[in-house]
């Protein structure tokens, strides 16, 4: 999994049947220092994440594993939403403090 911050979202009306009623999000990757990395993915999203929440991004197989995917082409799939992230014990990110 990787840690991915969402910048946006993409609406597609024309799409491959099996994914009518999905959302997809506009991710931007997270390095381990918190920084923005110059990567983006179109992801579905399956916990209802929101714009600028950070979020755990299952790619590839993986991503088809979920109940309901597995007949779904995806590539990338929004499986968590983060409250914290610590590194060294410094925190990183923080939820509540976006929040705010």
């Known amino acids: 999994m990787q840690i991915a911050k969402v910048c946006g979202t993409v609406v597609s009306t024309h799409k491959e ?3 009518t009623g999905t959302k997809f999000l506009l991710l931007q990757f997270v390095d381990e220092q918190g920084n923005l990395r110059q ?6 999203d399956s916990v209802g994440a ?4 950070w979020v755990l991004v299952s790619r590839g197989s993986a991503a088809r594993q979920s109940p309901g995917t597995d007949q ?3 590539d ?3 499986v ?4 914290t992230v610590s590194v060294d014990n410094r925190l990183l990110y923080s939820k509540r403090d976006q929040d705010r």
Do not use: H, N, Q, T
């Open 80 to 83: 968590g939403i983060i409250d």
């Open 72 to 74: 779904r082409p995806l």
């Open 50 to 53: 929101g714009l600028d929440e």
């Open 39 to 44: 990567e983006f993915e179109v992801a579905a």
């Open 76 to 78: 990338a799939l929004v």
């Open 17 to 19: 049947p099996s994914l």
